[in-house]
């Protein structure tokens, strides 16, 4: 795809017909970890990199047939022509890795830098994704790589965000993945062109990141807390938002800190369509984990911040005269809705209004989609042109998953809208 022509950036909601996206294709990043490091890279496993390419084939095909997609190494090949570009993700880069955030960067890391400098730009573009072998590890230590690399950046969602006509620079709650927002950084500021927010300009310690931030209309936030987005993160953008809208609302979620599989908001929580939301039902119940977790709806009114306690998330959206019903992720069974959960089952990503893609082996919860009215098209038929999406009104368009839920995400997680229409 030619990428020399960046897009309009704007994102009004989670359900505008998608016109613009960003991806990762996974590449051997995935492959640089084993069950030392795994859990260090934010892992629960090691994945099959051959399988998890067939997995991304469908997924990506079927975006490539409804919008224009963008991919991070070609933006990024294009930006490493300019010198202050390149000089400034090499040595940024450098300086986050790892060590170097405590010790500061060695003679020998300057040496590395200039080494750096000199590549082309589809191989800077791979050192600063795959990370760069250290030319002297002896097989057995921990030291292989002098520049580490960014496991988790198939997860596009989650280190940058387009709020509406600017982009959120995430700040990352975990060192492993700081880099990945100098990424973004240079894509959105020099690509894009785009007015840049970032918690961590504002406060150090203040962290977002996008799996947490939904938008739900021009007016209404939700945002989850938990492990990732913390609480200075929110207060970021609470008073951004107070001191640039006369009204707007933010519903906050409060999230368990622990298993993994909740991290984000949009992990238990997304939104399909106008009038429909996948959810996973604990979170609407306060049962289980969930039994001791806020709801708070904030609310802007000329510039006047106040704190509203709420049973639930839907109760919120209808408070602001949203009419929404939920589909439950793993259907109408306890046991089955804790497992479709661990494997993404309520993360799913909206084409357009009522028109979805998300993981096949969620069984129950694409037959509580079915009974919900929404055809059920596999990814292989819409690839070969054998189904059009175009065709329905309601859908979910659906991909093999055996490898890719295992990484933690799903397709909220690994898609980054850059341009939907306004609903």
Request: proline share 4%.
């Amino acid at each position: 795809m030619n990428t020399t022509k960046p897009c309009k950036v704007s994102v009004t909601s989670e359900t505008g017909h998608l016109n613009a996206v960003l991806l990762r294709r996974p590449g051997v990043e995935i492959e640089r970890m084993t069950p030392l490091n795994a859990a260090h890279a934010l892992y629960s496993d090691i994945l099959d990199k051959p399988t998890v390419d067939k997995e991304y084939d469908n997924f990506c095909g079927v975006l490539e047939k409804w919008t224009k997609v963008y991919y991070v190494k070609d933006i990024l090949a294009e930006l490493l022509r300019d010198h202050s570009v390149r000089a400034y993700l090499v040595n940024e880069s450098l300086r986050h890795d790892g060590r170097r955030r405590t010790q500061g960067m060695s003679p020998a890391d300057y040496a590395l830098a200039e080494q750096f400098m000199e590549l082309d730009n589809d191989e800077l573009v791979r050192v600063l994704i795959e990370g760069y072998e250290n030319p002297s590890w002896d097989g057995t230590s921990q030291n292989r790589y002098l520049l580490h690399p960014l496991y988790n950046l198939l997860f596009t969602r989650d280190a940058s965000s387009t709020i509406y006509d600017r982009v959120l620079i995430n700040s990352m709650s975990f060192e492993v993945r700081e880099r990945e927002s100098l990424l973004y950084d240079s894509i959105f500021r020099h690509f894009f062109g785009v007015e840049i927010l970032n918690a961590s300009q504002w406060d150090a310690e203040a962290h977002t990141e996008g799996g947490d931030v939904l938008i739900a209309s021009d007016d209404v936030l939700c945002i989850g807390q938990g492990i990732r987005t913390n609480p200075k993160g929110i207060q970021y953008l609470t008073d951004t938002f107070a001191r640039e809208r006369e009204h707007f609302n933010i519903i906050v979620q409060e999230l368990p800190m622990k298993p993994e599989s909740f991290i984000h908001l949009d992990m238990v929580f997304t939104f399909l369509g106008q009038h429909h939301c996948m959810a996973f039902e604990p979170l609407l119940k306060k049962e289980g984990l969930f039994a001791d977790k806020d709801t708070t709806l904030i609310t802007i009114d000329g510039g006047k911040i106040s704190y509203h306690r709420k049973d639930n998330m839907l109760e919120a959206l209808r408070h602001l005269g949203w009419d929404i019903e939920p589909v439950l992720c793993g259907g109408s069974d306890p046991w089955i809705q804790l497992r479709e959960q661990w494997h993404s089952g309520g993360n799913f990503f909206a084409l357009g209004d009522d028109q979805v893609m998300g993981y096949r082996r969620n069984t129950h919860t694409v037959d509580a989609l079915d009974k919900a009215g929404f055809a059920v098209l596999n990814a292989e038929d819409i690839i070969a042109d054998r189904v059009s999406m175009k065709d329905y009104d309601r859908f979910v368009a659906v991909f093999p998953g055996s490898e890719l839920p295992r990484a933690g995400g799903g397709a909220r997680c690994m898609t980054m809208p850059i341009w939907r229409e306004n609903v």
